[in-house]
Every structure is written in C-alpha cells, then in structure tokens.
C-alpha cells in the first residue's frame, strides 16, 4: 500500500459553533489532508443553529471535501459515531470531537505508521490536556507508550485516551461492532479493548491532540465515568479474570479518580479491589503516596480560602 484514503469524523451537539470551527479548522490546516470530513450533527436545535454551522462549514468547501449529516433528534455520541463510520468511505477514521483540536502534523505522522506496519489496527500519541481559562497543560499518557500486543494494558489503563487522538483501521472496526451504544461513557474505552484483541496498537511519541478541559465536558461528570467503568467490568469481565495485573491496575486507577473527586469511601473500596486482584505491589504504594498528596493539595486550598 503507497498511500492510505483516511475519513474524518467529528460529531457534535449544541456546540457553539466558534468552537465546532476551531476543530474543522484543526482539520484543514493538516499538513495532510483526509479524503474527505463527515460532520455528523446530534444537535436537539434546528433552524438558525443549523444555518451557522452550514455557513461556517462553506468557508472549508473549497479546502476539502465536506459532508455535513444532521440526525433526526438527538441520537447520542455513540450512534453519531457509528453514523459517520457507515458514511465513510476511507480506509481509516479518524474521529475529532467538536471541542478538540489537531496538531497539523497529525494525520502525515500517523499515515506514515500505518504504512509501515499494515496490520496495526490503531495508531495514537500523546494527548495534551488543556483547561479553559487556565495557562498549565498536561501530557494524559506520557509514560504509557504502549505498542503492539496491549490487550492487558489498555484492559488496566485506557492509555489511548478519547476519540480525537487514534488513527483506526475502518475494517477493523467494523469488525469489532464499532460503539457500543448502551454505554452511558467509556464507550471509547470499550472499542479499543475490542481492537486490542485482534490486532496491534502503534504509539507515536509526539502531542497529535490537544483536549480542551471545561465543564461541561461529560468526562468531568463523575456519577457518569462510575455508570461507565462499571460497563467495562461487567462487559469485560471474563478477559479481566485472565490478567490479574491489569485488573489490579483498573481498580487502583478508579480509587484515584475517586479520590480526586471527594469519594473517599469508594475510593478505599476500590484499592481493596485492587489489593485482592493483584496484591501490595510498588505501583500500589506510589499511588497511597499520591492519595496522601492529592489530599495535602485540597488542605492547603482551603486555608487560602
């Protein structure tokens, strides 16, 4: 194979439409171009909104070749997903959500990957993650290069992230059953455990994404990551039996989410999950270290106050 057909897909819903453009325009400042961007709309308004985002799109016709899709109600982030994979017609995906942005070197990077290893299924990098109104970044996964074979780490740690920054292999997709569309959150977490199983992951060591921290972001609603979590245990049970590590691993990150939220009590919970997977290990310690921090961090904000 010279040269892949690559489909990008950003979905969107109720997006102030200054924002949805920053991500089409992440999209055609790449150094290379997809074959073709599928907006799919999930948007509960019509008529005006619909209008603005029609006539922020026509300023990209020229630059690339445009789809914009609108559901008939409010369908979901999943079904959205799974729409815009029956509309593409390249040999890859690629998925921006619509408060995201794109590195311009993303896509040539990780071209270049899936031409030099045919069978990977997913290529992805590092993901930086920035909060509205604030100057401080972060890497999410630096120290998680994971490639190859990675069905027990991405079981532990979903170290590929959200939808905006992998590369996927559109076959291989379709093959795993794309979005599950029952799940409440961590649907992404859940397809790349499905591909982990039949195929190998490439990890590029450069920022492919930066993800735009707010509110309203539903990966800062804690209720729905705990309804989301509980999906990938239930659904995954039986892999999670074989590798007690990444089990031990899962439950000893979800007891630091926990924690970082206030939910002390099943935060203890779920280290005591994780101590009868896997037993005491180092990483285990590293995380009581960074317990007892996290809680001298929130002490020390309130005497400021």
């Not at 729905?224 to 899962?250: L, S």
Request: net charge positive; proline share 2%; aromatic share 10%.
């Amino acid at each position: 194979m010279d040269k892949l057909t690559i489909s990008t897909i950003i979905t969107t819903c109720n997006r102030p439409v200054d924002i949805l453009e920053r991500a089409v325009r992440s999209v055609a400042m790449q150094k290379r171009l997809p074959e073709e961007l599928i907006i799919i709309d999930d948007s509960s308004a019509g008529g005006k909104h619909t209008e603005e985002i029609t006539k922020m799109l026509s300023k990209y016709a020229g630059k690339i070749d445009l789809h914009y899709l609108k559901n008939e109600g409010s369908k979901g982030a999943c079904y959205s997903r799974n729409r815009g994979v029956e509309a593409a017609t390249g040999d890859y995906i690629a998925f921006l959500d619509d408060d995201d942005e794109w590195s311009p070197l993303k896509l040539l990077i990780q071209e270049k990957k899936a031409l030099e290893d045919e069978s990977a299924v997913l290529i992805t990098g590092y993901i930086r993650f920035i909060a509205d109104g604030k100057s401080r970044t972060r890497i999410y996964n630096r120290g998680w290069e994971y490639e190859g074979r990675v069905l027990p780490q991405i079981l532990g740690n979903n170290f590929v992230g959200g939808c905006s920054a992998p590369l996927l292999k559109k076959s291989s997709v379709i093959k795993c059953g794309c979005f599950d569309e029952n799940f409440v959150s961590s649907q992404d977490y859940d397809l790349w455990i499905r591909l982990a199983e039949i195929g190998n992951f490439v990890f590029v060591k450069e920022i492919l994404v930066d993800y735009h921290l707010h509110a309203e972001s539903i990966t800062e609603d804690f209720a729905g990551r705990i309804t989301g979590w509980k999906q990938i245990y239930k659904k995954h049970h039986d892999t999670f039996q074989i590798y007690p590590d990444a089990k031990g691993k899962f439950f000893e990150l979800l007891a630091v989410n926990a924690w970082e939220n206030g939910r002390y009590c099943f935060s203890v919970g779920m280290l005591g999950r994780s101590i009868r997977a896997c037993g005491m290990k180092a990483d285990l310690f590293k995380t009581l270290i960074k317990l007892g921090w996290i809680t001298l961090k929130h002490s020390l904000r309130r005497m400021i106050k």
